[in-house]
């Protein structure tokens, strides 16, 4: 990999943006890394959550420019520039319905499509001075691929007001407008605490309860009390149903907990 790094610790993989030199910013080439890193990572039983950060003190700049520019030149027709941006959905996509835990740390600043990119995760901790924004319609682009997570995070009403007017606000404010969980100068503490909390969870159950969330928004009713009664009875009687079940009749932990 050459745009990220991935460290692994007791069933933990961490995923470093690495372009410090750009912020973090994402191009081609980083999107490609992330979605190969995100289809691993699905099909790793080992690994139980998934933590995002960015070196250099910076999480992330959104897209880089640099790449846009190629899309705006003629050398790219409209259909490729309208691919480019839908690759970068299915990317945001891939990590949202990643079937772990996911936690993402924010240092220094999340903007634009890296702000996008935050609200992908199940449990997002900032340092109370870092910095948000969403600046796409202040270089004359719509939020596109980001808009959708940024709803589900933070709402319809409070999407809408920093979409449109280029809100710019720190750690705290992000806090209190429900983009962040934690807003804390300890980071690595939070990580702990949800790596402790995640571990006590068995992670077949975690995936199906993901998933469920997930899709909760999009299913009727009884679509959604079909599928919520088939997660059950398939986590109920697998392994590790039986498994967790069994543990707390025996009064011990289960299997996954140690």
């Given at each position: ?29 980083m999107i490609d890394e992330l979605m190969a ?87 997002i901790a900032t340092t109370p001075d870092a ?93 959604a009390l079909d599928r919520a009664a088939d ?28």
């Amino acid at each position: 990999m050459d745009t990220i790094e991935i460290e692994r610790d007791a069933g933990w993989a961490t995923i470093w943006l690495n372009r410090p030199e750009r912020r973090n910013a994402m191009n081609d080439l980083m999107i490609d890394e992330l979605m190969a890193t995100f289809t691993a990572l699905e099909l790793d039983m080992t690994v139980r959550g998934v933590t995002m950060r960015g070196r250099g003190g910076f999480f992330c700049a959104g897209g880089d420019l640099n790449s846009f520019q190629v899309y705006q030149s003629d050398e790219k027709t409209l259909a490729e520039t309208a691919a480019f941006n839908r690759r970068i959905g299915t990317m945001l996509d891939a990590f949202n319905h990643l079937p772990k835990p996911t936690l993402v740390l924010v240092e220094g600043a999340a903007i634009a499509g890296g702000l996008g990119l935050m609200c992908c995760a199940d449990v997002i901790a900032t340092t109370p001075d870092a910095k948000f924004s969403l600046t796409e319609t202040m270089i004359g682009i719509p939020p596109a691929q980001i808009a959708p997570f940024v709803v589900a995070r933070v709402g319809l009403s409070t999407a809408r007001r920093i979409m449109l007017t280029g809100a710019r606000f720190d750690g705290t404010e992000a806090h209190a407008l429900g983009l962040a969980d934690y807003a804390t100068d300890d980071l690595d503490a939070v990580q702990a605490s949800v790596r402790r909390g995640v571990r006590k969870c068995a992670p077949g159950a975690n995936a199906a309860t993901k998933a469920l969330i997930l899709s909760s928004t999009t299913l009727s009713r009884d679509d959604a009390l079909d599928r919520a009664a088939d997660s059950f009875a398939a986590c109920l009687r697998s392994d590790e149903g039986r498994e967790g079940v069994a543990s707390f009749l025996e009064k011990r932990k289960p299997n996954w907990a140690g």
